[in-house]
């Protein structure tokens, strides 16, 4: 685990997302309105994450050794997102697959990502030429193109473990730090901010409804033993990506909380540690894009290699009602249901239901064990639905 405040590479990632977002280059007439639409006010605020790929064809990257920016290798912008909001347990637990509950604009990004993989998957079945994958000779599985490697900017320190500290130092009223509820098993959001490197759920209100799920920090750190892919994706493909890098707000990066929450607080067993991919934290100086202070309530999804956007507001399409019961239609395409749908047309076995789908994933036994190697992960939303294969 590295953290390095110099490289220049931070700065490259970072600009190519807020260039993407203040203009997006691959959205025709109609779409860039719904997006400009989409932004939040002057007065309001949100987070922007963009997930970019680094080809590294010409010069291998060398990890050890600075790069200046005039070396600086191609840089592809795959998905934009935006969003702060999560959505409470009680209405995840009747969605049947249909609400995107963590509305957290770095894990938008990573389900954007698998419903570009799935789509470019797909396209390649229907004898589509994609440029992110090709089949396996032989095998029915996917490998990914080019060589490339991967990187994730966000414009604020992820929540939980990471920005602990940062949080606590915001604190005016210091006695809010020794609360110790639990939600589910797990430390709630805000709660006993003395406590470091402990699995906490999304912060919120303290008068907010429940939500398990669990904080960016967690799920990022995670990440680095399950890789990029969702377990629906994971066993479509061979060799699965991990990221490599992520980009954050240099005046917020502290080094310490970073190491602990991705490194240090890991209690690995040696079985874990082939699995483990460890990331690198780069800075950026470049301004925030928000100037106002009120949460927006709408997250974009961009994709630009698929010229793709869509709006969300309280977990479902911008203007569907968000009520108990979703109507399939009213759902975003990164719904549990839609992923499901895309990642079945790929595969030849069947599946009674997302549990049975999910708990047979060859990266389940891995999960589990990363899981409790970081701590106390406590219990998720209970979400399952039966599958339809068509
Ligand atoms: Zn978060």
Not at 197 to 217: A, E, F, N
Not at 274 to 282: E, G
Not at 313 to 333: E, F, L, M, T, W
């Amino acid at each position: 685990m590295l953290v390095d405040l110099d490289d220049d590479l931070g700065n490259a990632i970072a600009q190519a997302v807020i260039n993407e977002y203040r203009r997006p280059s691959k959205l025709g007439n109609k779409l860039l309105h719904n997006f400009r639409n989409a932004r939040p006010k002057d007065t309001e605020t949100t987070v922007l994450a963009g997930l970019v790929s680094i080809e590294s064809n010409n010069r291998p990257i060398d990890q050890t050794k600075r790069q200046k920016v005039g070396k600086t290798p191609r840089l592809e912008v795959l998905v934009v997102c935006t969003g702060m909001k999560v959505m409470p347990a009680s209405r995840v637990e009747h969605s049947q697959g249909r609400l995107v509950h963590d509305l957290h604009a770095e894990i938008l990004c990573l389900r954007l990502f698998n419903w570009l993989v799935l789509q470019e998957m797909n396209a390649i079945r229907e004898n589509s030429v994609s440029n992110l994958l090709i089949r396996e000779h032989g095998t029915e599985k996917f490998k990914f193109k080019h060589d490339s490697q991967f990187a994730l900017y966000i414009s604020e320190v992820p929540c939980g473990d990471a920005s602990t500290e940062n949080l606590r130092d915001s604190f005016a009223d210091q006695t809010i730090w020794h609360s110790l509820e639990e939600t589910g098993g797990t430390l709630r959001g805000r709660n006993g901010l003395s406590r470091l490197g402990s699995v906490r759920t999304k912060p919120g209100r303290k008068d907010s409804p429940v939500s398990y799920s669990k904080s960016c920090s967690d799920k990022l750190c995670l990440k680095q033993f399950t890789s990029m892919l969702s377990s629906l994706v994971y066993d479509l493909v061979d060799d699965p990506p991990y990221l490599s890098f992520l980009v954050l707000p240099k005046q917020k990066i502290n080094q310490t909380a970073i190491k602990r929450c991705f490194c240090d607080r890991i209690k690995m067993p040696p079985e874990l540690s082939s699995y483990y991919h460890p990331l690198k934290v780069l800075a950026s100086d470049l301004p925030c894009p928000f100037t106002g202070s009120t949460p927006s309530n709408l997250s974009i999804l961009y994709c630009p290699p698929r010229s793709y956007i869509q709006v969300l507001n309280k977990g479902v399409r911008n203007g569907c009602p968000a009520k108990k019961s979703i109507q399939y239609q009213h759902q975003s395409d990164v719904s549990r249901e839609k992923l499901a749908e895309l990642a079945l047309r790929l595969t030849p076995h069947k599946f009674k239901d997302y549990n049975e789908l999910k708990n047979c994933a060859s990266v389940s036994a891995c999960k589990k064990l990363a899981r409790e190697a970081i701590g106390h992960w406590g219990k998720g939303s209970e979400d399952n639905f039966l599958l339809n294969h068509e």
